[in-house]
């Protein structure tokens, strides 16, 4: 069973696609030519777009291949929304042309849409997979997107991997509790400063029940957020949404909220900092921080020694392949 991600039309008609049961493309609107092959679809693609560069034709001509042949019944989709949510369901037909399907493309597929789900549940690499703007594409992380929909996954290599990955990062985590409070929160500064976060000034200290950090998170000079940071090293308990609330009502007004803890958040603040209505709160759960902090580690131990911070580094050795020493 393969995963894939297919857009539309990056979150426009996806709740077209929920109502209709179905899952499509476009590319040849107007020509009802069922393709057969992907040289089929090659030809009529260079017929419909023939001044295209080689790289567009062979990206594009990709995408509908995966369409129409790689895809198959059974497998499942991911379809984003225009916001966090990710509405996920399996196929349930092959390819069929319908130009009277309330949606402005017309080879679709029937696809029983299942349930809907925040990104922020998965993995940092698999949430960056997302981000590609691609329309129609494959993902790697199957055994993950398929555990979150509550289905038994067999024993193959890539859950053997996920398995190992599980291990990494408890075991990087062991390492982590070992630090303080402010020890913990001084190693959040640096890894969000590797990702362009600027912080402009810290807030209260250890134990404080508000913002501890804000700052400007400069995204490669294409974006600039107004970003305010909670830290919370707790390892047992999990954040509730009290916290978030008051997260949210510390927030200065055209500032973002991002919290940030080893433990894990109740369902209700999940809920809090997803809802439409209120000022949105990035949540970073233990295992979302850790996956963050080993994607930067070479970053965050390089600016950990620019700032004489040598014990602190000291602390955060790992043989390579971030296992613990």
Same mark, same amino acid.
């Given at each position: 069973?393969?995963?894939?991600?297919?857009?539309?039309?990056?979150?426009? @008609?996806?709740?077209?696609?929920?109502?209709?049961?179905?899952?499509?493309?476009?590319?040849?609107?107007?020509?009802?030519?069922?393709?057969?092959?992907?040289?089929?679809?090659?030809?009529? #693609?260079n017929?419909?777009?023939?001044?295209? +560069?080689?790289?567009?034709?062979?990206?594009?001509? =990709?995408?509908?291949?995966?369409?129409?042949?790689?895809?198959?019944?059974?497998?499942?989709?991911l379809?984003? @929304?225009?916001?966090?949510?990710? *509405?996920?369901?399996?196929?349930?037909?092959?390819?069929? @042309?319908?130009?009277?399907?309330? *949606?402005?493309?017309? #080879?679709?597929?029937?696809v029983?849409?299942?349930?809907?789900?925040?990104?922020?549940? #998965?993995?940092?690499?698999?949430?960056?997979?997302?981000?590609?703007?691609?329309?129609?594409?494959?993902?790697?992380?199957?055994?993950?997107?398929?555990?979150?929909?509550?289905?038994?996954?067999?024993?193959? !290599?890539?859950?053997?991997?996920?398995?190992?990955?599980?291990? *990494?990062?408890?075991?990087?985590?062991?390492?982590?509790?070992?630090?303080?409070?402010?020890?913990?929160?001084?190693?959040?500064?640096?890894?969000?400063?590797s990702?362009?976060?600027?912080?402009?000034?810290?807030?209260?200290?250890?134990?404080?029940?508000?913002?501890?950090?804000?700052?400007?998170?400069?995204?490669?000079?294409?974006a600039?957020?107004? *970003?305010?940071?909670?830290?919370?090293?707790?390892?047992?308990?999990?954040?509730?949404?009290?916290?978030?609330?008051?997260?949210?009502?510390?927030l200065k007004?055209?500032?973002? =909220?991002?919290?940030?803890?080893?433990?894990?958040?109740?369902?209700?603040?999940?809920?809090?900092?997803?809802?439409?209505?209120? +000022?949105?709160?990035?949540?970073?759960? =233990?295992?979302?921080?850790?996956?963050?902090?080993?994607?930067? #580690?070479?970053?965050?131990?390089?600016?950990?020694?620019?700032?004489?911070?040598?014990?602190?580094?000291?602390?955060?050795?790992?043989?390579? =392949?971030?296992? !613990?020493?």
């Amino acid at each position: 069973m393969s995963v894939f991600i297919i857009r539309a039309d990056y979150g426009r @008609y996806t709740a077209t696609f929920k109502e209709k049961s179905v899952a499509a493309i476009g590319w040849f609107e107007g020509h009802s030519t069922m393709p057969t092959n992907k040289q089929e679809i090659e030809e009529m #693609y260079n017929q419909v777009y023939p001044n295209q +560069t080689k790289m567009q034709k062979a990206v594009n001509i =990709g995408q509908i291949n995966r369409f129409m042949f790689e895809m198959k019944i059974g497998d499942v989709l991911l379809c984003p @929304y225009d916001n966090d949510i990710l *509405l996920i369901g399996e196929v349930l037909s092959d390819v069929y @042309y319908d130009s009277s399907n309330g *949606l402005p493309w017309s #080879y679709c597929r029937k696809v029983n849409w299942l349930m809907e789900i925040s990104r922020s549940t #998965y993995s940092v690499p698999l949430q960056n997979t997302l981000r590609s703007m691609q329309t129609v594409f494959k993902i790697k992380q199957e055994a993950e997107v398929l555990k979150s929909m509550g289905r038994t996954v067999d024993d193959t !290599p890539i859950v053997s991997s996920a398995f190992e990955v599980e291990k *990494l990062i408890e075991k990087i985590k062991e390492r982590l509790l070992e630090l303080d409070a402010y020890e913990f929160e001084l190693l959040v500064s640096y890894v969000l400063q590797s990702l362009g976060f600027e912080a402009k000034q810290r807030q209260g200290g250890t134990g404080d029940g508000g913002v501890d950090f804000e700052g400007v998170l400069n995204v490669m000079g294409v974006a600039k957020i107004q *970003l305010q940071v909670q830290v919370k090293r707790y390892e047992q308990a999990s954040i509730g949404e009290r916290d978030i609330r008051n997260l949210r009502g510390a927030l200065k007004t055209g500032h973002q =909220g991002c919290f940030i803890t080893l433990s894990t958040f109740q369902k209700r603040a999940k809920e809090s900092a997803e809802d439409p209505e209120k +000022t949105p709160i990035r949540l970073i759960d =233990g295992k979302g921080f850790i996956e963050i902090f080993t994607e930067q #580690y070479e970053k965050v131990m390089d600016l950990l020694l620019e700032e004489d911070q040598e014990d602190l580094a000291s602390k955060l050795k790992f043989r390579k =392949g971030l296992l !613990p020493e």
